[in-house]
């Protein structure tokens, strides 16, 4: 199984890189990807089944910082004319494009890995290679020699020194002093609904950020994300005294879901009630509990039929939830019928007997 796996993405990829782009439907022209595509190991699901690609992407010279980070191509993606420099890694220099002369941190994090320190007890140090209260889509690395706990959304998790990659707001302790936060940070690597405000970390202001292609100067502490979809964060050094081009520059991109998802049913009146088949339908990828009469029924399925009243959860990857309630009654059909007329009959029956019975024990 897994041979045949690896021979279809072989021939996938021997497709994606010998066979002619179009750039449209009516433009027969041969469209050959750029050099850093071509030496890629690995490419990103979205990219596979994507459409007509942009006329910039075909001459893009490096591989852009968002590439692995977007699950598809937004619509105004189509719209650019000038390349943005936070398409590029940080460190990436072309004569053309002006970029920031100096770089050292790979779209989120620093490049070393001890680049950021907060003194502890006893004459210690953390180190990590974000700064403290950075809210990041990369993972992090912390590295001390004192003993710590961290905790996960106020739950203590296991850390065993490796980096730390699922979404949540961490906080660190010392175990020397348990009360008190040492550091902090954020991890937002998928779709979150959690952060309403990008606050800038220590010693850092937000520079800009962009938006459906529209890039915005902030030059602030603080952000609020105003709609849901992806942020491009340009965070530098606050420190008035280095020039623009000296002060040392990070980046996120975080992307912000807080809609829930929406089920539309077939076979409910407005208020829940069916007395058949029950189907639906979801507006994005979620997640799907149910539970029926109070107790556990399935996962993921799309249709009900046995009667009985339904709670359906659907939960997407940033958290958002929705809860719907339906009822679905008891139909008989014509055997159900003929099984009551007769049980009817046979309990008049047995009345009748009855008082006969007793009619003619009187009468003796």
């Not at 340009?234 to 807080?258: K, M, N, P, V």
Request: charged share 20%.
């Amino acid at each position: 199984m897994k041979t045949g796996k690896l021979i279809l993405l072989s021939v996938i990829l021997l497709m994606l890189l010998t066979f002619p782009v179009s750039a449209d439907a009516g433009d027969t022209a041969t469209r050959q990807l750029p050099d850093w595509f071509n030496n890629l190991s690995d490419i990103p699901a979205w990219f596979i089944t994507a459409g007509t690609l942009p006329d910039w992407f075909y001459t893009l010279p490096a591989e852009p910082a968002w590439f692995r980070q977007v699950e598809s191509i937004p619509e105004w993606f189509y719209e650019i004319t000038e390349i943005p420099d936070w398409f590029y890694p940080p460190g990436f220099d072309e004569p053309d494009i002006p970029m920031p002369s100096e770089f050292t941190g790979d779209f989120g994090v620093s490049a070393e890995p001890q680049a950021f320190s907060v003194p502890l007890a006893g004459g210690m140090r953390l180190f990590a290679n974000v700064p403290n209260g950075m809210i990041t889509n990369s993972e992090v690395i912390l590295e001390t020699p004192a003993e710590l706990f961290i905790t996960r959304d106020g739950v203590e998790i296991a850390w065993l020194n490796t980096p730390l990659r699922d979404d949540g707001e961490y906080e660190v302790f010392a175990v020397s002093h348990p009360d008190r936060i040492v550091f902090s940070f954020t991890i937002a690597a998928n779709p979150v609904n959690f952060i309403n405000t990008y606050v800038a970390p220590d010693g850092y202001i937000i520079e800009s950020v962009s938006y459906e292609g529209e890039n915005t100067v902030i030059n602030n502490k603080t952000f609020d994300f105003p709609d849901d979809g992806i942020y491009f964060i340009t965070l530098e050094h606050e420190t008035e005294r280095l020039s623009e081009e000296g002060r040392q520059r990070l980046f996120a991109t975080i992307q912000i879901d807080r809609t829930p998802p929406v089920l539309t049913f077939e076979g409910t009146d407005e208020a829940g009630n069916a007395t058949g088949r029950v189907t639906f339908t979801i507006s994005k990828e979620a997640e799907i509990r149910i539970v029926r009469n109070s107790r556990p029924f399935a996962q993921n399925i799309a249709v009900l039929t046995e009667p009985g009243r339904y709670l359906i959860i659907a939960a997407d990857a940033a958290g958002n939830e929705a809860v719907y309630e339906i009822r679905i009654a008891y139909r008989m059909d014509s055997a159900g019928y003929w099984f009551i007329g007769l049980f009817a009959l046979m309990t008049a029956g047995l009345i009748l007997y009855l008082i006969h019975c007793k009619r003619k024990f009187r009468i003796r």
